[in-house]
């Protein structure tokens, strides 16, 4: 095709290269005003109708998946007989360009790898298998950023019978497909394939990667197949490659013959290549894989390798001598697990009896509500106790349970209510209002409990002793074995689920055990009160770690498992079962958009860990919170129509500039603000001063006239309230009176904030009163100003969410949109604080959907996870 030609909409700009299946061209999308990729396909492909249709399907099936590590198909069509596929337009090189120069260093290696993996883990999920993974279809963009190519669209043609590539036709049934030296040897036999076969693939292209020489290569295609059914690849020790024998067992258990000796998803060899990256993966770091497969298992001494858990059973992986503690002996037993529920729910808490086998829980509702169940180990199913709208807080010595009643979701796994005592097959009998969370004492009549006091989470042990407050909030309270201390996780900005885990004894003396870390989630004493057993994210992997403090050794926890699913621990036993209550958690997040002009929503994806959702004035951009980016997170913004995300830098995500030029970024542990320009620009600091706090429900956005930030925090020693913070700096000014924990600026001037007590009010100035909106209170949500500054939008969580216009004179609530995902299976509740954006003329939002399933174990033979 000539320059200047149209396929469609897109304008021909040059030719960028040609293969077996087709010719490539940049081309300007006219519609979209954006620059992408064409390949017109060959002749055959097009007058074939079966193979077209095939095409066609697989096209469909790429785009549908929208994942990073993948090239991202934008559209197909037709044109003067001409069958094109277009898609996004890389800059870079591919990874075969890249060996030419020789073999990446072995971080790089590793990165891309992981990289690759998960690429063809979204893939994998959606049934889709590449059949061609090589260095031709990987490509590196500038930003470091690795792409699969031509996932199911294009197989490479014949080059010669010297060569090594294997000529097929497009999803011909049956047919051998694939490039030999990658092909598995299922492959190379004919043989049905499925997943594994890439894993294979990946195995030889990391070792390429590595070593700058394939992994099988013979002079002629018959002798390279030989080589792959018969013979395995040179050592690492012949080559100038430093790899540690870690690395080495993992690239050659992707390259095992058999399919079942594999790792068998990709998200194990991720997950595997991740764990090096993190210990270190030269020759001298010598850490093994999370994940071998058996006849490797064997192969290694000091450690027991606990099975892994997927979505439907426990991948639990626990490290042992060799690992994180050189010096250890593996011992005599090995935990096991009992799984006690099936259902696809969420599971807010669980406790154990005291007999150490029967368990009460409570699972969350979609309507933000919780109710409560009984299981023993073998049992048919969970039994149902206690009235709707219950929450497990704790259990006694004596088998007596701690609740909340009319219980009502916040975040996270926290709720608030009334506090009530009640047995098994009793009634609750209630002891104190508006309490969050509880535990008994060792007596089994103190509690320790907390509750919200004017903004400030108290701690109390007994009740009406204050042992701890703070402006962020409490979670997990557990007494120790001997009632002498208080184990909690002190979060610093509410409800973000970072935190630090501490101790404070009678005297009001804290200690910090661990920390900072995100998803801080479930505590519990070990039975002899020497250390305290937690679960956290770790940032640099991503994976929910179950660890482990000794209280006189603060600062030094021990990691006792992890696996490629999320492990929360909820209780140990102080029977002669040694159980311990453990859950595997799979969160799938996504974020449903509604554009102006459109009538049907959208759905994103990125990585399952967005969150923060917000749309530019104009509705064209979408920005959120990168929860995968990294410790502080990461600023990500995107184009509504188009897949390629860019992070503008650290942060969390919190809403565009009116003018679109800058993106708001909070650093929520250092209560610091950051703007990143949208287009050309430097970062730019803001001027927070003393501020402390900022970051919670509703407490950050923007001047109508872009030029400075309403945050609300509290100086040191004072009450919260909100603060002008401009944009060309000085110190931040007070707007508000003092007790004010979030807001929205009105065109016209005025505030909307929310008070201490969790009404909204209005406020012309700060010296002015402010006037309450009737009828808003703590249950409900708030997302700003209605375009004729007449109303806010809001409304009450759940699922549906009820979106509203609440008009601030009279409170009439109007109804605007119920928000929910055609799918509901698994999802919670929608509405909670930043989850929700809403332009103020209403012609289009956007909001987070959650879907978060556990299945809860119990775990036996559990101490011997506990360093020795």
């Known amino acids: 095709m000539m320059v200047g030609e149209s396929l469609g909409p897109y304008r021909i700009l040059g030719k960028l290269g040609e293969g077996g299946m087709g010719e490539v061209y940049k081309a300007r999308d006219t519609r979209l005003d954006r620059d992408v990729a064409i390949k017109v396909l060959p002749e055959a492909v097009a007058q ?67 990289q690759m993996a998960h690429g063809l883990a979204a893939a994998h999920d959606k049934g889709l298998v590449h059949r061609d993974l090589k260095p031709e279809n990987v490509f590196l963009t500038r930003d470091g950023q690795v792409k699969i190519l031509d996932f199911g669209l294009a197989k490479p043609a014949a080059t010669g019978s010297g060569s090594t590539e294997t000529a097929v036709a497009l999803t011909d049934p049956g047919a051998v497909m694939g490039t030999v030296g990658y092909m598995a040897p299922e492959q190379v036999r004919g043989r049905p394939v499925d997943a594994r076969a890439d894993l294979f693939a990946l195995g030889a292209v990391l070792y390429e990667m590595l070593t700058g020489r394939r992994a099988f290569q013979r002079d002629t295609t018959a002798e390279t197949m030989t080589a792959v059914l018969r013979e395995d690849p040179p050592e690492f020790s012949g080559t100038q490659a430093a790899v540690s024998p870690a690395l080495d067992r993992t690239v050659r ?39 071998l497969a058996a006849t490797h298992r064997r192969r290694q001494a000091g450690r027991v390798v606990i099975a892994s858990v997927a979505v439907a059973a426990l991948v639990a992986l626990a490290f042992w001598a060799g690992q994180r503690w050189p010096s250890r002996q593996p011992p005599a037993a090995s935990p096991t697990f009992s799984r006690l529920t099936f259902d696809r729910q969420s599971i807010a808490n669980a406790r154990l009896m005291p007999d150490g086998r029967e368990v009460v829980y409570s699972v969350s509702l979609p309507d933000g509500s919780a109710s409560l169940y009984t299981v023993r180990p073998g049992s048919a199913a969970p039994q149902p106790i ?11 010595k004596n088998g007596e349970l701690l609740v909340l009643t009319d219980a009502s979701w916040l975040g996270q796994r926290l709720y608030a209510g009334t506090l009530a005592r009640m047995r098994v097959d009793g009634a609750p009998v209630a002891l104190q209002e508006h309490v969050r969370e509880a535990d008994w004492a060792p007596n089994g009549e103190d509690l320790a409990i907390v509750r919200d006091s004017k903004g400030q989470d108290r701690l109390e042990h007994p009740v ?41 004894d009678r005297s009001r003396a804290v200690t910090t055990l661990a920390g900072e870390y995100p998803g801080e989630e479930g505590m519990a004493w070990t039975p002899d009160g020497e250390s305290v057993v937690f679960s956290a994210l770790q940032p640099a992997n991503d994976v929910r770690e179950i660890m482990s403090v000794r209280i006189d050794s603060p600062g030094k926890p021990s990691a006792l498992m992890y696996g490629p699913g999320s492990h929360h621990i909820f209780d140990i036993g102080r029977g002669p079962e040694d159980s311990w209550l453990v859950a595997d958690r799979t969160v799938f997040r996504s974020i449903m958009v509604l554009t102006p002009g459109q009538s049907a929503e959208r759905e994103y994806v990125w990585h399952h860990s967005e969150w923060n959702p917000s749309l530019s004035s104009d509705g064209r951009q979408l920005m959120f919170t990168d929860g995968k980016a990294g410790v502080n997170y990461a600023v990500a913004v995107r184009t509504v129509d188009d897949p390629r995300v860019k992070r503008l830098g650290e942060g969390d995500a919190r809403g565009f500039s009116p003018d679109n030029r800058w993106a708001l970024a909070l650093f929520m542990s250092q209560s610091r603000l950051v703007l990143y320009p949208t287009g050309t620009g430097s970062p730019v600091p803001l001027n927070t001063g003393r501020l402390e706090h900022l970051g919670a429900a509703e407490s950050l956005s923007w001047y109508p006239d872009s030029a400075a930030v309403l945050a609300c925090g509290n100086e040191p020693g004072r009450p919260p309230r909100c603060y002008r913070i401009a944009i060309a700096g000085g110190p931040p000014e007070p707007v508000t009176p003092d007790g004010m924990a979030g807001g929205w600026v009105g065109r016209d001037g005025r505030i909307l904030a929310r008070r201490s007590d969790g009404t909204m009010a209005v406020l012309s100035s700060s010296n002015g009163a402010p006037r309450v909106v009737p009828g808003v209170t703590r249950a409900d949500a708030a997302f700003g100003w209605t375009a004729d500054g007449r109303s806010l939008f809001g409304g009450r969580p759940g699922l549906p969410f009820k979106l ?10 109007t109804p605007f949109k119920d928000l929910a995902p055609p799918d509901r299976s698994g999802v919670g509740m929608i509405g909670m604080y930043y989850m929700v954006n809403v332009l103020p003329d209403g012609s289009g939002y956007a909001y987070r959907v959650d879907r978060k399933v556990d299945t809860l174990y119990a775990m036996t033979n559990a101490s011997a996870l506990l360093p020795r």
């Open 386 to 396: 206690g009235q709707p709208r219950t929450h497990l807080l704790a259990i006694s």
């Open 464 to 504: 009406g002793t204050v042992l701890y407050e703070t402006p962020g909030y409490i979670s997990d309270v557990r007494v120790s074995p001997d009632g002498s201390r208080v184990a909690f996780m002190d979060h610093p900005v509410r409800y973000d689920d970072r935190g630090f885990v501490k101790v404070v």
């Open 804 to 813: 509203e216009k609440i008009d601030i004179e009279t409170g009439r609530r």
């Open 253 to 291: 258990h992707c390259l095992e013959k058999e399919p079942s000796d594999r790792f068998q998803a990709a998200r194990d060899v991720a997950f595997a290549l991740e764990a090096l990256a993190g210990a270190g993966a030269t020759a001298s770091g010598g850490v093994s894989p999370p994940a």
């Open 48 to 114: 074939d109708a079966d193979r077209l249709s095939r095409f066609e399907r697989e096209a469909k099936a790429v785009a549908a998946l929208s994942h990073p590590n993948i090239l991202a198909v934008h559209d197909t069509g037709t044109d003067a007989g001409r069958t094109y596929v277009v898609m996004e337009l890389l800059d870079g090189e591919t990874l075969r360009e890249r060996l030419a120069t020789g073999p990446l260093p072995v971080r790089k290696a590793i990165d891309a790898a992981v």
